[in-house]
């Protein structure tokens, strides 16, 4: 027994003595034998140091990796880059996006109900008319569009494709003697007649005898909104029924074309020559607005307007009640005061007024020639376009106050509005406002195009 103690004593004094040797310096280390020599040691000393060098650092190693690990999943950062929930993040948003934006497939599918739902609406439109030049009488055509408004016949379309009537040093162009309406899958030609129609706004409405039509869905074009799908439907270049697609670019946009100012809905669906008085539609099916007129030129490309079916709908009343639009008159002829003249005499923005028609309101209230018509019901005006379109707002029979500027003061006149004469009122050309010389506009109807 004290054999094997002292057997044991030896061992152990062995064993630290060549641990202790391992701590020297030494060239040529042997780290198999130091790797023994410190087990053994560790396990020599277990009795008198192991919670001081085993136990407090494993702990302290635990509650290292805990809070390290709290710290990882409290930084959105590290959290992300650790488990990668960012690329899954963004993978589900865009999944959601997609189905909520945008579905390709259901964007298809609307298109095709769309068109479904409103080529049997839209009919195609020839005109027949008479060219004289120096070469003699020749008869050429016209092609256009066309809205069915009720089933037994009644048609809405652009004046300037109905109303060829035109003339220059070269040519005259005479008023269509033919107006053919082709419906929707039929061959049939129907002849149409003219029911009224209004040069101010660029309408005119068309009857065929025929019952059975399926008219469109007009919607309201004032709750349109920028960015919104749309669609063009009629027939551009003889392809008839050809639907387009594009976006709302901009309302309310002012432009010009032959003496008549539109407050239109800018498109990039492909207005073409032809699409003159077809639909533009909503993803709902809902007529929206008249396919009118485009900007044409070099370096030009998807800028097409469209007139706003609300601003139609009263106007298609009266020509379908009265074959014409009875609007409010004041009897006078104006221009706009330009900035330099403005600057240069001290004289406020409005419209000069240039004559004043003997006994009209205007004469009866005591306007005349020389004075600026700066306001209209307190709204300011610069142009005979303004005046016009707030004047238009009001009934015959109301009475509006204007503000008059002249020789350094304003004052208030007020004016009843009458009834429009027949005849082609001075006021009624004074309507056209110029457009910049940079800005390439054209009508796209097609017997313009004879001449280009």
Do not use: C, M, W
């Given at each position: 027994m004290e054999n094997e103690n002292e057997n044991e004593n030896e061992s152990i004094k062995e064993t630290t003595h060549v641990e202790s040797s391992n701590f020297e310096p030494s060239s040529s280390p042997n780290y198999g034998h130091s790797t023994e020599a410190s087990f053994k040691k560790s396990k020599a000393n277990v009795s008198g140091g192991f919670g001081k060098s085993v136990f407090v650092p494993f702990l302290s190693g635990i509650v290292g990796a805990i809070l390290v690990v709290g710290l990882c999943f409290g930084v959105p950062s590290i959290k992300d880059k650790l488990f990668n929930t960012n690329n899954r993040r963004l993978t589900t948003s865009s999944d959601s996006s997609a189905s909520a934006i945008l579905n390709t497939e259901d964007y298809a599918k609307t298109s095709s109900a769309v068109a479904e739902k409103v080529l049997p609406s839209v009919v195609g439109i020839k005109i027949k008319y008479k060219i004289t030049s120096f070469f003699g009488t020749s008869t050429a055509e016209g092609a256009g569009s066309g809205i069915i408004l009720t089933e037994d016949g009644y048609i809405l379309t652009n004046n300037h494709v109905i109303s060829s009537e035109s003339s220059s040093s070269f040519y005259a162009i005479q008023e269509a003697s033919d107006i053919i309406v082709k419906l929707y899958n039929d061959d049939t030609e129907y002849k149409a007649t003219v029911v009224g129609t209004d040069s101010y706004t660029d309408l005119a409405v068309l009857k065929i005898e025929k019952d059975g039509l399926t008219p469109a869905v007009l919607g309201n074009s004032d709750n349109l909104k920028v960015g919104e799908f749309v669609f063009a439907i009629g027939n551009p270049l003889g392809l008839d029924y050809s639907v387009t697609s594009g976006i709302v670019s901009a309302l309310?946009?002012?432009?010009?074309?032959?003496?008549?100012?539109?407050?239109?809905?800018?498109?990039?669906?492909?207005?073409?020559?032809?699409?003159?008085?077809?639909?533009?539609?909503?993803?709902?099916?809902?007529?929206?607005?008249?396919?009118?007129?485009?900007?044409?030129?070099?370096?030009?490309?998807?800028?097409?307007?469209?007139?706003?079916?609300?601003?139609?709908?009263?106007?298609?009343?009266?020509?379908?009640?009265?074959?014409?639009?009875?609007?409010?008159?004041?009897?006078?002829?104006?221009?706009?005061?330009?900035?330099?003249?403005?600057?240069?005499?001290?004289?406020?923005?409005?419209?000069?007024?240039?004559?004043?028609?003997?006994?009209?309101?205007?004469?009866?209230?005591?306007?005349?020639?020389?004075?600026?018509?700066?306001?209209?019901?307190?709204?300011?005006?610069?142009?005979?376009?303004?005046?016009?379109?707030?004047?238009?707002?009001?009934?015959?029979?109301d009475t509006v106050k204007l503000t008059v500027y002249k020789d350094g003061s304003e004052r208030e006149v007020n004016i009843k509005l009458v009834e429009m004469p027949e005849i082609e009122t001075t006021e009624q050309k004074a309507q056209e406002i110029e457009i910049p010389e940079d800005q390439s506009q054209s009508y796209d109807d097609s017997f313009f195009n004879l001449f280009r």
């Open positions: 309310n946009r002012e432009v010009a074309s032959e003496g008549t100012t539109y407050y239109a809905i800018q498109t990039d669906a492909a207005i073409n020559t032809g699409n003159s008085g077809g639909a533009l539609v909503n993803i709902k099916g809902e007529v929206v607005g008249i396919n009118t007129l485009k900007f044409a030129g070099s370096g030009v490309e998807g800028v097409g307007f469209a007139i706003p079916i609300s601003s139609t709908t009263a106007v298609v009343e009266q020509l379908i009640d009265h074959n014409s639009v009875i609007r409010p008159y004041i009897g006078i002829t104006g221009s706009s005061i330009s900035d330099e003249d403005a600057s240069k005499y001290s004289l406020p923005k409005g419209v000069y007024v240039e004559s004043v028609e003997k006994d009209s309101p205007a004469d009866k209230a005591g306007l005349v020639k020389g004075d600026i018509i700066t306001k209209i019901e307190g709204k300011n005006v610069s142009s005979i376009n303004e005046l016009n379109r707030i004047k238009y707002t009001y009934n015959i029979g």
